[in-house]
């Protein structure tokens, strides 16, 4: 049977790395009947967004997708194509591994976490009001009736937070699902209820509740700075962290920086009725059609994908090779290598070669 997975190339540099990605899978021997289609600046001319309604209506059909990279404007223009495909797919669930392999550069060794990212609400709900309209202003009004020692600027602007109960309880069921499904022992959830009472409290209260209900699991809890500093000094005692959208979001970062950067950074987006898989790292437009960046974030997120639809055999396959050519560290690109200037890195496509060579010789 052939799984028909929606693919989408993205934009800057993705299509280079999304090609690459597809010739590793399809290498694994799993049979993928791709239905391709086009998001981002690329297509934003053409279409008249950067997120045509067929591609929301083909992973809403196929249940399933894998992306490569796209570029999200800062400051102005369409709010981001990652995040609108998040909600409109109710992808509630971000899934952020951050695991160690040997041979990439690193001050740690042998770490293996998962973040849990809460995905759809949040300051990411992109409920905000700019400066010097009405809506601020009736705002900025109710804060100073409810708090008249409340200072604010002559111009200010509101971003909102909402956290809800269903939303919480959604999320941190996940992550424990998740740990048990995974052999995983410990659910951590991170917060700063301590000053924001009745967003982050509501969330800590929640999460304690579904902890009540999963006994078989550890379950403790931390406040976010708190939770920066111990994962820098002991990684080692963390598992499956599970965040809201906007502490998920920055300590994704910061886990990929232990294991060595956004080049071995696999993502998943997994709702009740879909997944995407997406590389964490962007797009980085200044290197498109070069044959020069690492593709193997999005590599993994393939392995993720696979793990998804039960092709364990497979993922297993795919990640040994890629661990393989990693340790090996000649068929890898630039950023690889312990001197950047390195004439030996090889491209972006050369990976893929390496990689299904490798698969090639286990089997």
Not at 88 to 102: F, G, M, T
Not at 284 to 302: C, F, T
Request: charged share 25%; aromatic share 6%.
């Amino acid at each position: 049977m052939a799984y028909r997975v929606t693919f989408i190339p993205g934009d800057g540099t993705g299509p280079e790395i999304a090609e690459a990605t597809k010739r590793v899978l399809d290498a694994t021997g799993v049979d993928f009947d791709w239905d391709v289609q086009e998001a981002g600046v690329d297509i934003m001319a053409k279409e008249g967004t950067p997120l045509p309604q067929a591609t929301i209506d083909s992973i809403l059909e196929n249940k399933i997708g894998i992306k490569g990279p796209i570029t999200t404007p800062v400051g102005t223009g369409f709010r981001s194509v990652n995040v609108a495909l998040r909600k409109i797919c109710n992808l509630y669930a971000c899934v952020r591994p951050c695991k160690s392999y040997e041979g990439v550069r690193s001050r740690y060794e042998d770490i293996d976490l998962v973040l849990v990212r809460e995905n759809t609400e949040d300051l990411y709900a992109g409920i905000e009001f700019e400066k010097d309209t009405p809506e601020a202003q009736k705002l900025i009004d109710f804060i100073h009736e409810s708090q008249p020692d409340a200072k604010f600027g002559e111009h200010t602007g509101i971003s909102i937070k909402p956290i809800s109960v269903e939303g919480t309880r959604r999320i941190v069921q996940y992550a424990f699902d998740y740990a048990r499904e995974n052999g995983r022992k410990k659910v951590t959830a991170v917060h700063k209820a301590n000053i924001m009472k009745f967003t982050d409290g509501l969330y800590l209260d929640v999460a304690s509740q579904v902890a009540a209900e999963n006994t078989d699991i550890e379950f403790e809890e931390r406040i976010v700075d708190n939770m920066c500093m111990q994962l820098v000094q002991k990684p080692e005692l963390y598992d499956v962290l599970v965040l809201p959208n906007l502490y998920g979001d920055v300590l994704s970062d910061l886990g990929a920086g232990l294991v060595g950067g956004l080049g071995v950074a696999p993502g998943a987006n997994i709702g009740t009725n879909a997944a995407l898989f997406e590389p964490t790292h962007g797009s980085a437009p200044k290197y498109a059609g070069q044959n020069k960046v690492n593709p193997m974030a999005m590599m993994l997120s393939g392995v993720m994908m696979l793990r998804h639809l039960k092709e364990n055999e497979a993922a297993d396959k795919m990640e040994n090779a890629i661990a393989a050519v990693i340790k090996e560290g000649k068929t890898v690109t630039y950023d690889m290598k312990a001197d950047r200037d390195d004439p030996t890195a090889v491209g972006t496509s050369e990976v893929a070669d390496g990689i299904i060579a490798k698969m090639e010789e286990a089997s």
